[in-house]
């Protein structure tokens, strides 16, 4: 892989991890290696789009698990735990 193509993956991987440091150190790095504008916006899209998709999956995840009602208790004493204010199996 060449060194603009590794830059323009690390900037969506940048943008997909959430990354602010390293989305500006390989934007940066990637301008430097000559890297125009419209590639560099073609894979922060990519890393947008990967990102939001995963957002999007954990968010049908917790409302699942919400829905379910049925967690194993993780607590030795059968409550939701020490720190819970719910008092489930208090």
Do not use: F, P
């Not at 954990?58 to 607590?75: I, K, T, Y």
């Amino acid at each position: 892989m060449d060194d603009r193509t590794r830059e323009l993956v690390a900037v969506a991987a940048s943008m997909a991890s959430g990354c602010q440091t390293c989305l500006k150190q390989h934007a940066e790095a990637a301008r430097r290696l000559g890297v125009c504008w419209d590639q560099l916006r073609e894979a922060m899209d990519i890393g947008r789009a990967v990102h939001l998709q995963a957002t999007l999956t954990m968010d049908a995840l917790a409302q699942a698990v919400l829905a379910d009602g049925e967690l194993a208790v993780v607590s030795a004493d059968g409550g939701c735990g020490a720190d819970c204010a719910c008092q489930k199996g208090a």
